[in-house]
């Protein structure tokens, strides 16, 4: 049986590799805080956010723009906002 090929989109490419960019940054700045607890602290709260983004990435890679693609997309920019608002970075 023939593979299916995976359903791309442009513009859905370009929020991923925004969020990217976006969970870099961010990781960046608590990297570059001196005070390690705080910087623990940040790092464990924004892991969510990052495993959220990982999944976005991977189903994208796996299956292309599925019904999934929004549903996933909603839920890092949920939780990367809700950790905007949580903690001062």
């Known amino acids: 049986m023939a593979k299916k090929r995976r359903k791309l989109n442009k513009d ?3 929020k991923i590799y925004s969020s990217k960019k976006n969970v870099e940054l961010v990781l960046a ?5 001196d ?3 705080i910087q ?6 924004f892991n969510k956010v990052v495993y959220l983004y990982e999944e976005l990435k991977e189903d994208y890679e796996k299956q292309g723009f599925s019904d999934n ?9 949920k939780a990367f906002s809700l950790f905007e ?5």
């Open 12 to 14: 859905f490419e370009r």
């Open 40 to 45: 623990k602290e940040y790092m464990s709260a």
């Open 35 to 37: 005070d390690e607890e």
């Open 29 to 33: 700045k608590i990297y570059d805080i």
């Open 69 to 77: 693609s929004e549903e996933l997309l909603a839920s890092y920019k």
């Open 85 to 89: 608002s949580e903690f001062e970075i």
